[in-house]
């Protein structure tokens, strides 16, 4: 957390433990990495590269893939636009994370962060609604070719 956050913490611990358990609560029926990528958007949204890294390695942490994170941010575009897309991709360079190489990402195996490969599939319940693994399928189309 930042010097700022934890002094409100120690300043006005009752208003902070609200904000905290409001924010708790407001997300328990999302899994943790569904919350982690909605917090990742809004770090982007309010540009603090701080909260942005930390959510990151966050989702990456919860199971989400590169790939899910770059999803997450090119479906919040309407709401982002181009440029704070363009500033998070750039601090994920920086950061310099296994599996977001392009080669990676447009390989037909998953990419995880944890440098292993996945394979593509879905498990779930008798509607197919419940994934138990990421699953992506190969690029038809490199970007360079749209």
Known sequence: MSDALNYLIKARPEAMGH????LKDAGKHLDPKTRDLISV?????????????????RALREGCT????????LMAFPALGLAKIIWAVDIILEMNIPGFQPEALTSPRVARCDGQQGHSGRTGDANGMRRTRPVHLPRKESLSGV
Not at 19 to 22: I, S, V
């Open 66 to 73: 590169p790939m899910e994170v770059v999803d997450a941010l």
């Open 41 to 57: 958007i809004t770090k982007v949204h309010a540009q603090t590269e701080r909260g942005f890294r930390q959510y990151v390695g």
């Open 19 to 22: 904000y905290f358990a409001f």
